[in-house]
């Protein structure tokens, strides 16, 4: 054979094995290849093009390409092609991207396509002469696994906001219905339910927590208001409801009409096809359910399993909102608690204080006749001596009883408040020790008061109340005291701190009554001595204590005798140049023949004008005039006005504050000294009276050696003015 015919043999030979070999590659490739004309007919179709658009071979051959494009996309086809070989415009020439292809049965197939141009020849003249090949990748399990990732991260997303916000949620009673939303949206279902398991007569019942609406009219939208109050409680164990909340059985239907365990829907409800209900278990108890229905695509076990977090997150959630109710009901049980309490301990001040005022009023003529005949000017018998002795001693410890359990009944009801101001300690220790020290002098006692005199001290604490508690504390350490013992009171400066402590030498405390030692009405035993007490002051000295912010200690010894002590703040403290003597006015009784005091005493009660009366024959030179009410003591005193005013205020009419107003403001009356003398002890009424412009305010009963002293202190002075 010629050479260059070998040759061409070879050539020939060698084009026919490159086209066969491409054509394998083609044919054999993984993704699929359609190569098409410059027009857009398919010149070619790979096995893997066929398999993953659902055609056959020769259906496809000679087609236009945009057969295989939904349409938003094969519509343009022709014009991309036409353009491009015009202008050379390229869209997806020469690039790949991922598009949708049309699968024969309509649907479309999610693909990534590469396309490029092959030329031969003069192509630009001849259309024929260009060729375009496509490779497409079938993305559909990259698509599946986009979507799955996109439903886990939506899943999370609930729960995670669910466990989160929780509170919010809660608070603002939108949880369950968050949690239906997102459960009909992850399972793209047209109707979700969630509710809580809660017993009713001893079988289980299900109350709905949130529901989307299925109502068809107006009965069934009433029912669905009702199920959604949580007022009505469904029951029915056959439902496919029921079946979950009454068994914890799940229940999984895609075709309910004919399923045994569906239908039981009353007639115009929406249809259901597909059903899902799942049992919510808490450490192996029911305590809900949620159900959906009508998703897109079957229910299947893989869905309930991808659902398992979201019902562990419902179990949790449905355990937090039951803890949270319970708290909830706790609270306001609580509070109905707290506001009977304090309208009973409202009452019980309201009973104490008008019943003291009751007490008092005949106390007040008990006592005052009883010092009377104890001080009066025929002498008594022995006997008679001590019969009246006996009926002060039992007045007296009736009144201190009224008195401390008045005040502790204030205190308890929070109707005590004291005023907490700088208090100069010296002069509190000296009226202190003016009162304590005629009763130690009494039972034979040495007390002894150490305070730095060196220093002006001021300590922050409600006056009278700090001085109650001293006295409190002192008169115990007298009346527990032995014979020739003595009492020491000492203020300490501590860090800012002063302490206060009263020690005595007496019969001690035994260690097992400390603890009982500060509650009301217990006297430790000391009631069956001859040792007079009520059991209330050191309870009382306690809440005064408390009031100004500090405590009362005790250490004791029996035998040996008792430590108490408390702190209170120091506010200032200065360095005293010369130590200060009291100045003590020396009160003279008026001379037996000077002029006649005019007292008009305005009482209503005959009992104490009496009392005043035989009071007031005691003290020379007094005249006194009783008047039963405001209104006629005005007028007297208008038309002869008198040196002094002893004012009830509990008066019937006008009463003793708007009596002691009209004589301020009137000329003839402004300058006549009023004292005050009632039967509260209301510290509002104290404080009025003190507003009010009265000279001194008597509690009755008061002690008639004090008011006697105090008549001829006034009188005098007016003597003098
Ligand atoms: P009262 O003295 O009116 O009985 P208190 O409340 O003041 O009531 O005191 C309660 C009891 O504590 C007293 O009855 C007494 O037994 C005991 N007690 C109080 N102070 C002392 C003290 N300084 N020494 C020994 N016992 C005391």
Not at 481 to 510: E, H
Request: charged residues 20%; hydrophobic residues 40%; negative net charge.
């Amino acid at each position: 054979m010629h050479y260059r015919t070998i040759q061409l043999a070879h050539l020939s030979k060698a084009r026919i094995t490159t086209n066969a070999r491409y054509e394998a590659i083609i044919e054999g490739a993984a993704a699929g290849i359609i190569r098409i004309d410059g027009r857009g007919s398919m010149l070619q179709v790979n096995d893997s093009a066929l398999h993953m658009l659902g055609y056959e071979r020769d259906e496809l051959l000679g087609q236009n390409v945009k057969m295989l494009m939904p349409a938003r996309w094969g519509d343009h086809h022709d014009g991309y092609l036409s353009a491009y070989q015009t202008t050379g415009n390229k869209t997806i020439i020469g690039t790949g991207r991922e598009v949708a292809a049309l699968h024969k049965n309509g649907s479309t197939i999610p693909v990534h396509l590469a396309v490029s141009e092959v030329q031969y020849g003069h192509a630009q003249a001849v259309p024929e002469a260009r060729e375009f090949i496509g490779i497409l990748s079938d993305l559909r399990a990259v698509a599946a696994a986009r979507e799955r990732e996109a439903q886990e991260r939506a899943l999370l997303q609930v729960l995670h906001r669910g466990l989160t916000d929780y509170r919010a949620l809660l608070s603002g009673n939108t949880l369950w219905g968050f949690l239906q939303e997102a459960l009909q949206e992850l399972t793209g279902s047209d109707y979700a339910l969630i509710g809580e398991v809660i017993p009713k007569n001893g079988k289980p019942a299900l109350k709905i927590h949130a529901i989307s609406d299925l109502s068809w009219n107006e009965a069934s939208r009433k029912l669905m208001e009702e199920l959604r109050s949580g007022q009505m409680l469904l029951t029915g164990p056959n439902t496919m409801l029921g079946q979950v909340f009454t068994q914890g059985k799940m229940v999984l239907s895609n075709n309910i009409e004919t399923d045994a365990r569906g239908g039981n829907l009353p007639p115009g409800h929406p249809p259901l096809y597909r059903y899902l209900g799942v049992p919510i278990i808490d450490r192996g108890e029911l305590i809900g359910m949620y159900a959906i229905a009508n998703g897109k695509k079957d229910y299947d076990e893989a869905l309930v399993q991808w659902l398992e977090p979201f019902t562990s997150t419902c179990a949790l959630l449905i355990n937090l909102y039951r803890q949270l109710s319970e708290q909830q009901r706790f609270t306001e049980e609580l509070k109905v608690a707290k506001d009977s309490a304090e309208l009973s301990s409202q009452a019980k001040t309201d009973f104490l204080s008008s019943m003291s005022h009751e007490l008092r009023t005949p106390l007040n003529a008990i006592l005052g006749f009883a010092q009377l005949l104890a001080n009066g000017r025929q002498p008594l018998s022995e006997r008679q001596q001590r019969q009246v002795d006996q009926i002060l001693r039992s007045g007296r410890h009736l009144l201190n009883l009224i008195n401390e359990v008045l005040d502790l009944a204030r205190i308890e009801s929070g109707h005590t408040q004291v005023s907490l101001e700088p208090i100069k300690l010296q002069e509190l220790i000296d009226e202190t020790a003016e009162i304590i020290r005629p009763l130690a002098l009494e039972q034979q006692l040495q007390l002894d008061i150490i305070v730095d005199k060196t220093h002006t001290y001021f300590v922050q604490a409600d006056y009278t109340r700090l001085k109650q508690i001293l006295i409190n504390l002192l008169s115990n350490a007298v009346k527990y005291n032995k014979p020739n013992g003595s009492i020491t009171l000492s203020c300490v400066a501590i860090d800012g701190l002063m302490r206060f402590s009263i020690q005595d030498t007496g019969i001690g405390i035994a260690a097992d009554h400390l603890d009982s030692l500060f509650e009301p009405f217990n006297r430790l035993g000391a009631e069956t001595g001859s040792i007079e007490g009520t059991g209330v002051g050191l309870a009382l000295t306690r809440k005064l204590a408390r009031l100004m912010n500090s405590d009362v200690y005790v250490k004791s010894n029996p035998n040996e005798g008792s430590l108490f002590w408390f702190d209170l703040p120091i506010t200032s403290v200065c360095s005293n140049p010369r130590i200060d003597t009291t100045e003590t006015t020396i009160l003279s009784v008026p001379a037996a023949d000077s002029h006649q005091y005019k007292v008009l005493y305005i009482e209503d009660n005959p009992e104490n004008q009496r009392l005043m009366q035989d009071l007031c024959s005691e003290i020379t030179g007094v005249h006194l005039q009783c008047v039963y009410s405001a209104e006629i003591g005005f007028e007297v005193a208008c038309s002869d006005p008198p040196d002094l005013i002893l004012m009830d205020i509990d008066l019937p009419g006008m009463n003793g504050f708007q009596a002691q107003r009209m004589l301020k403001q009137n000329p003839l009356t402004s300058a006549i000294p009023v004292l005050a003398i009632s039967a509260s002890s209301a510290p509002q009424d104290i404080k009025c009276a003190e507003e009010a412009g009265f000279i001194g305010f008597y509690i009755k009963p008061f002690n008639l050696d004090e008011m006697t002293q105090h008549l001829k202190k006034i009188l005098t002075q007016k003597d003098h003015s």
